[in-house]
């Protein structure tokens, strides 16, 4: 099957970026959120890569607005979802969210349609049978600024067809990423097993005041040439889903319950990180990014 028209449902920062790659690459794109006022917040939050696409990447103008062209928005899922091809799901890190959804998707999406989620840590089989489609559902992640860290972790379950599996690596590959092919299921990919160590240190030693976050950075970049640290990934991953993340751990492992109530902290606070202008840093000129920073 051909994949035209695609839904990506979730409208958050990295939904929001999910949907406009693969309309600036091509496909009709319909974006669905659970309410107007998150749809028309989507629809900005897309209007304000423009700036972003032309520095990263020398995207004209021409070509934005074509991308633009090809995305439409509605908070009426089964409206979303009538004429789609592919459904990449990018809501909420939270099981009992997901499980309702996709109880609901499998209803009302054509029976061809294939299903990917973006799901940072949670893997295919815990769904699969949500989906009505087992072998049409599958694992599709990326990562925070697509059209510059283009990256596409493909995991499937022991039900995902395999040819359905090499139609979602072709796509990955249609959008201008590079797809990751995992040859078994694994909480957390390839990306996200590497990092989240490094976020939970960052955060234990954060909590423990052996040093401030900017500190931490600070100590990560200059030592390994990296051109962030774990604080200022979090702020791009978004607190929320740090938090989601956090709290799910939590219930395998108590001794991160303190790091999810930091979290918690910051969200009550507004520190939504990049997406809300303020995290452990502010935005859209962190200041990890100045000369400054690593002089110390």
């Not at 020398?58 to 592919?86: C, H, P, Q, Y």
């Not at 990917?116 to 925070?144: C, E, I, W, Y």
């Not at 240190?201 to 976050?213: F, M, Q, S």
């Not at 500190?215 to 604080?231: Q, V």
Request: charged share 25%.
């Amino acid at each position: 099957m051909a994949i035209k028209k695609v839904t990506v449902a979730g409208s958050g920062v990295l939904g929001s970026q999910i949907a406009f790659q693969s309309a600036f690459k091509g496909f009709d794109v319909t974006v669905y959120d659970i309410s107007q006022e998150a749809v028309d917040k989507a629809e900005e939050r897309i209007k304000g890569l423009r700036h972003a696409y032309r520095h990263d990447i020398a995207a004209t103008d021409e070509e934005f607005n074509a991308g633009i062209s090809r995305l439409k928005f509605t908070d009426d899922l089964a409206a979303a979802v009538k004429d789609a091809d592919l459904v990449i799901e990018a809501i909420p890190e939270n099981p009992d969210i997901k499980h309702e959804f996709y109880q609901k998707l499998s209803k009302l999406a054509p029976s061809n349609a294939i299903f990917t989620s973006n799901s940072s840590t949670l893997v295919p089989s815990m769904f699969a049978a949500d989906t009505g489609r087992p072998k049409q559902f599958l694992n599709m992640h990326f990562s925070n600024q697509v059209w510059l860290n283009n990256t596409a972790e493909i995991m499937g379950s022991p039900e995902t067809d395999p040819a359905i599996y090499q139609e979602i690596v072709q796509y990955a590959r249609d959008i201008g990423m590079v797809p990751i092919q995992l040859k078994k299921e694994q909480p957390g990919y390839i990306l996200n097993s590497l990092l989240m160590p490094l976020n939970a240190a960052a955060g234990a030693l954060w909590l423990k005041g052996i040093a401030d976050p900017k500190m931490i950075d600070r100590t990560w970049m200059a030592a390994t040439g990296a051109p962030w640290g774990p604080f200022g990934i979090l702020d791009a991953v978004g607190i929320r889903t740090a938090y989601n993340i956090t709290l799910a751990a939590s219930k395998k492992d108590p001794a991160v319950m303190p790091l999810a109530d930091a979290f918690k902290k910051m969200l009550d606070e507004g520190k939504l990180g990049v997406e809300s202008g303020e995290g452990f840093y502010k935005y859209p000129d962190p200041e990890y990014k100045t000369k400054e920073f690593l002089e110390g």
